[in-house]
Nanobody
Framework: QVQLVEFGGGLVQAGGSLRLSCAAS????????MGWFRQAPGKEREFVAV????????THADSVKGRFTISRDNAKKTVYLQMYSLKPEDTGVYYC???????????????WGQGTQVTVSS
């Protein structure tokens, strides 16, 4: 099983940017598809982005397409989420997750980080 720890959340004004990192340990990182999800207060957890094991394939949710970019560095066992043009509706707890399948469904991921808070003020 993979252990995951997220970094990089914080408070930012609308229009600003943040980069989230997720460091992995344990199982072989390069065998894992990696996803980012987020959960706003009172809402269900939602898919943000996913990246394939090699990093060659990515999918982003429509709500973040063109503003967020997922990437990974297998040598560093780290996945990133670069976020630009942040909006108040991007506020929430952001989680990274690992799994054997490339998926946007949260129930297909085996390991989760503890989450990092992102707050975007208007």
């Amino acid at each position: 099983q993979v252990q995951l720890v997220e970094f990089g959340g914080g408070l930012v004004q609308a229009g600003g940017s943040l980069r989230l990192s997720c460091a992995a340990s344990g199982a072989i990182f390069s065998n894992q598809a990696m996803g980012w999800f987020r959960q706003a207060p009172g809402k269900e957890r939602e898919f943000v982005a996913v990246i394939s094991t090699s990093g060659g394939i990515t999918t982003h949710a429509d709500s973040v397409k063109g503003r967020f970019t997922i990437s990974r560095d297998n040598a560093k066992k780290t996945v990133y989420l670069q976020m630009y043009s942040l909006k108040p509706e991007d506020t929430g707890v952001y989680y990274c997750a690992s799994g054997r399948r490339y998926s946007y469904r949260s129930n297909e991921y085996d390991s989760w980080g503890q989450g990092t808070q992102v707050t975007v003020s208007s």
